[in-house]
């Protein structure tokens, strides 16, 4: 049976956190791969088809658990990335726009094409996340 536990941890530890819970999740992952070697060496004989379908059903089952383990960690770095950008607009309030006066105003030429939303730089691994977790988090205290 699976159970959700709580507990608090200052906001300056969550990247380590975080990654601590990837490393976990990457041994199991790195376990099912030599087990899923060992069946795949196993199948050198007829015999053996038992004892590799046992490994594959294991493997199967515990695949369950890392999946889950994957949401978890999925669903705390969302919500601190939510945080973050959640205190960043609120240390950045808005300004209002000044309207420029009359004589200096002058009319955009109008665009063929439509305006195209601004993409977030997308990191190349979870270190790199995990690094600008931390960036934002520093930049923020200090």
């Known amino acids: 049976m699976r159970v959700r536990i709580q507990h608090g941890i200052n906001t300056d530890e969550l990247p380590a956190k975080v990654k601590e819970l990837l490393s976990e999740l990457i041994a199991m992952s790195?376990?099912?791969?030599?087990k899923l070697n060992?069946?795949?060496a196993l199948l050198y004989s007829v015999d053996n088809v038992g004892m590799v379908s046992a490994i594959l059903d294991e493997a199967r089952k515990s695949l369950i658990g890392?999946?889950?383990?994957?949401?978890?960690?999925?669903?705390?770095?969302?919500?601190y990335a939510e945080y973050l950008n959640g205190d960043q607009s609120a240390q950045k309030p808005a300004q209002p726009a000044q309207p420029a006066?009359?004589?200096?105003?002058?009319?955009?030429a109008p665009s063929t094409q439509p305006p195209q939303p601004e993409q977030p730089a997308s990191p190349q691994?979870?270190?790199?996340?995990?690094?600008?977790?931390g960036q934002a988090l520093q930049e923020k205290e200090g």
């Open 30 to 34: 790195e376990m099912h791969m030599k």
């Open 38 to 40: 060992a069946a795949n």
């Open 66 to 79: 890392i999946d889950q383990g994957i949401a978890d960690v999925h669903s705390i770095a969302a919500g």
């Open 101 to 108: 006066p009359a004589s200096q105003q002058v009319e955009p």
């Open 125 to 133: 691994d979870m270190d790199d996340i995990i690094t600008q977790m």
